[in-house]
């Protein structure tokens, strides 16, 4: 099986980006699993720390890994927003294939010093591991909004991308470039879109020269997630999307079958509700390589 380094490089090959996706069961792994291998493309999987919290970190790693050796397919797994250095390490341990070491809350030059000393530990424990920092502002919580928090004066400029790369070894970048955590009300409804400043994203991969990850892409337009991807972003995270479709599948479940006790009879429809969502994301990640496919 190859690592998720080299599927990472062969993305950026094929002008691709991988898809990462948020679980906290395994109602959703089930669904993100079905999605990437009907379409036969690589995924991630990623728990935040609450999430690992709720699943258990080896658990996880457990379960991803037995479909991973069972199906041989390509099927990673991420510690997403990890913001301590021991929780590094457990998700390391456990065996994830890579770990967000997320310190952007903190000053600049305090988020250097402790991404710079997380690479060093977890490169020593587990020279394979992909680590990933995260520079600007973004906002928090993968959940619906009201109002947009204020995030332009925290966008990433490519200078401090540069330095922030150069001083910490990280391998994947995760910038500010007008993405957010969560989701607007009105993006819900269908009546807003994200969008995203492509030519920030083109002159931060120019001068980082590493691997980039768009987070917090729930609700983006779909051009704007094409255009990004030709910029230079490799995944993409989607969590929001998920919950929401998580959440409503459960509920359309329950009012078709109101007197069903049997979670293995009223689960199925979450999967599939997830399922489709997951599926209609990888195939906007992958459409050039897609179309390049279907073409005689």
Known sequence: MQALRTILQQAETRGVAVGHFNISDLIALKAVFEAARDLNVPVIVGLSEGERAFMGTDQAAALVRSLREQHSFPIFLNADHTHSLPSAMEAAQAGFDGVVFDASALPFEENIRQTKAAVERLRALRPDILIEGEIGNIGSGSEIHDTAPELQKALTNPAGARRFVEETGIDTLAPAVGNMHGMLKSMVAGNTR??????????????????????????????????????????????????????????????QQPNEIVPYKILPHVVDTVRKVVTSKLALFNSARLARAASP
Do not use: P
């Open 194 to 255: 994200k969008h995203l400043d492509i030519e920030r994203i083109r002159a931060i991969k120019a001068s980082s020269g590493i691997f980039m990850t768009l987070h917090g892409a729930s609700g983006t337009d779909d051009n704007d997630i094409r255009k990004a991807i030709a910029a230079g972003i490799t995944i993409v995270h989607i969590n929001t999307e998920v919950r929401l479709a998580w959440r409503r599948g459960f509920d359309s479940a329950l009012m």
